[in-house]
Structure formats: structure tokens, C-alpha cells
């Protein structure tokens, strides 16, 4: 190998490189940090944004009525007072919840059922 700033060849590469420490070489199952791969798999996707969405009612109405509506217009949605709210991850329904007053000035909602996988893929 040279000490010259040039393009390095495979051949200079190879020689360069020290080959790995077998003590070093992560056992199979676990990632180079030693982690177990499933956990390093799960913890890729923790930091991945997720759309939560709570709805609490829909209403349908023709184009024509939807342009006359102005200023204090209600428009009755197809819940009823007290009736849970649906909660959506990424469109997809997950969960049922109530509307909360968080700090006197935001709400929120809690979730009072969680729905399970088969419920969400069915509704």
C-alpha cells in the first residue's frame, strides 16, 4: 500500500482493512449493537408520526346546502349527546373514547375502549 493521496485499489482495500475480531462479530439473532433483532426491529417504528384522529360525528349534505351555510350555522351530526367518539390511527379506526377539558382552555379525548384488530378490519 501506498502513503500517496491517490484512488485506493481492491487490492490496496483489502490489505488495509484489518479483518474483523471474531469476539467482536454480534452472535445471529442480535444487531451489531448487540440487541435482540426483534426489539431493534420494534424500536425502528417508534418514531414513526402517526395521524390520530377523534371524530365526533359526521353529517352528509348536498353541495347546494353545504354553500348556503354561514356564520352560526349548526349542522346536526349523526351522534347523540354522551355517544363515544371514534378515535382513528391513520384512518384506521382503533378506538372509542369520550371528549375530556384538558387545562380549561384545550379538550382532548380518553379512550374508553380499545377496539381489537378483527373489530377495526370489519367496521
Same mark, same amino acid.
Given at each position: 500500500?501506498?502513503?500517496?493521496?491517490?484512488?485506493?485499489?481492491?487490492?490496496?482495500?483489502?490489505?488495509?482493512?484489518?479483518?474483523?475480531?471474531?469476539?467482536?462479530?454480534?452472535?445471529?439473532?442480535?444487531?451489531?449493537?448487540?440487541?435482540?433483532?426483534?426489539?431493534?426491529?420494534?424500536?425502528?417504528?417508534?418514531?414513526?408520526?402517526?395521524?390520530?384522529?377523534?371524530?365526533? %360525528?359526521? $353529517?352528509?349534505?348536498?353541495?347546494?346546502?353545504?354553500?348556503?351555510?354561514? =356564520? *352560526?350555522? @349548526? #349542522?346536526?351530526? &349523526?351522534?347523540?349527546? %354522551?355517544? $363515544?367518539?371514534?378515535?382513528?390511527?391513520?384512518?384506521?379506526?382503533?378506538? =372509542? *373514547?369520550? @371528549? #375530556?377539558?384538558? &387545562?380549561?382552555?384545550?379538550?382532548?379525548?380518553?379512550?374508553?375502549?380499545?377496539?381489537?384488530?378483527?373489530?377495526?378490519?370489519?367496521?
Amino acid at each position: 500500500m501506498t502513503t500517496e493521496n491517490t484512488d485506493i485499489g481492491l487490492e490496496d482495500f483489502a490489505t488495509s482493512v484489518p479483518a474483523p475480531d471474531a469476539s467482536a462479530t454480534p452472535a445471529p439473532g442480535t444487531a451489531p449493537d448487540g440487541k435482540d433483532v426483534d426489539d431493534a426491529q420494534k424500536e425502528a417504528v417508534y418514531d414513526i408520526p402517526v395521524k390520530i384522529t377523534a371524530v365526533i %360525528g359526521t $353529517a352528509t349534505m348536498p353541495v347546494n346546502q353545504l354553500l348556503r351555510l354561514g =356564520r *352560526g350555522a @349548526v #349542522v346536526e351530526l &349523526d351522534r347523540k349527546l %354522551g355517544e $363515544a367518539v371514534d378515535i382513528y390511527a391513520n384512518n384506521r379506526l382503533i378506538a =372509542r *373514547g369520550e @371528549v #375530556v377539558v384538558v &387545562d380549561d382552555n384545550h379538550i382532548g379525548v380518553t379512550m374508553t375502549e380499545i377496539l381489537s384488530s378483527s373489530a377495526t378490519n370489519n367496521g
